[in-house]
């Protein structure tokens, strides 16, 4: 039986590791030749293309930092050579920094803003063009619930960025949506990743702020994208899903 992404091709920026990984290994599971994006952590990229190969997918490892634009047309460059196209496209590449209002500095927000959006622009710009060719595509992006108004501390620059991407989104799916593609945001709560491991007792309080009382997986996180960028999502587009167990420590709900 055809899997959900047959015949699909996706990238997937940031996907050695976390969400970027689980998203990565469950579109290969539903038929879609998978561009591993990674940075740096070329080992455990290859890693993930050797799973998804021995599955009896197809696969490729790409390195690129997606600040960078040169880079960025180049990843897209070789994943045109391996795969012909591209048709999804994951925007999960992000970094964080712990900082409150006060405690930031310009370098380290310089730094959010060229990973966490201007890469973002930087991989839709690239990729569109032929996605408004075909005129058909499916981009979703990888946010935060910081960006929706969390009240977890020292997450101030961080949650800028993310909500100036849950902004992009929807003018993103405004400007490509009349040649048939959909743009739309997950905003995961607390998962459990590499990133997190280390946030120690931020775990319990983010499970204790839940109303499922836990943290989230990148599997549950991968469904949701995994769903956004198949063809039940077709009539979906400029929306934002939160992924985060019920979260209730918002500083307001208004949306």
Known sequence: MAGRLTNKV?????ASRGIGRATALAFAREGA??????????DAAEEVVR???????QAAAVQADVSKRSEVDALVAQSLECFDRIDLLVNNAG???????????EA???????????????????????????????????????GLGTALPETTPYAATKAALIGLTKR??????????????VCPGFIQTDMTGGLGGRSTMAAERSILGRVGQPEEVA?????????????????????????????SRSA
């Open 172 to 185: 993103f799916a405004f400007d490509l949506g009349p040649y048939g593609i959909t743009v739309n945001t």
């Open 108 to 146: 380290d927000f310089d730094r959010l803003m060229a990973v966490n959006v201007k890469g973002v622009i930087h991989c839709v710009q690239a990729v569109a063009p032929g996605m408004m060719e075909r005129r058909s595509g499916r981009i979703v992006n990888v946010s935060s619930l910081a």
């Open 10 to 14: 996706a990238l997937i920026t940031g």
């Open 95 to 105: 970094i964080g920094v712990r900082a409150s209002t006060l405690t930031m500095t």
């Open 223 to 251: 469904a949701a994208l995994l769903f956004l960028a198949s063809d039940e999502a077709s009539f979906i587009t400029a929306q934002v899903l939160a992924v985060d167990g019920g979260r209730m420590d918002f500083l």
């Open 33 to 42: 030749s998978v561009v591993v994006n990674y940075i740096s952590r070329r």
């Open 51 to 57: 799973q998804i190969s021995e599955g009896g997918g």
